[in-house]
């Protein structure tokens, strides 16, 4: 059975940095995409950035610049560098990953912007 689990969250002030990495376990031989989803208080879940196989990246406009996404294949782990937070990235924040055709979502851990 696959599982993502993500950590890392917390809270931090705006212009801080954080963190977070998104392991995924169970009988994995291989992972296609990877991303990062966050869901703010009465907004819908909407894509931060992601990362395909080979590297390639793509990212939302509201982020591009501050945040970076990278993966680790043998550690079957993706991360997301948070810098120079905004009270506007506060949400909860979701790891995905597709694996064999198949979407997998993590528990989510939430990210707070103190103002």
């Known amino acids: 059975q696959v599982q993502l689990v993500e950590s890392g969250g917390g809270s931090v002030q705006p212009g801080g940095s954080l963190g977070l990495s998104c392991t995924a376990s169970g009988s994995i031989f291989g992972i296609n995409n990877m991303g990062w989803y966050r869901q703010a208080p009465g907004k819908e879940r909407e894509l931060v950035a992601g990362i395909g196989s080979g590297g390639s990246t793509n990212y939302a406009d509201s982020v591009k610049g501050r945040f970076t996404i990278s993966r680790d294949n043998t550690k079957k782990t993706v991360y997301l560098q948070m810098n120079s937070l905004k009270p506007e990235d506060t949400a909860v924040y979701y790891c995905?990953?597709?694996?064999?055709?198949?979407?997998?979502w993590g528990k989510g851990t939430l990210v707070t912007v103190i103002t």
């Open positions: 995905k990953a597709v694996i064999y055709g198949s979407d997998y």
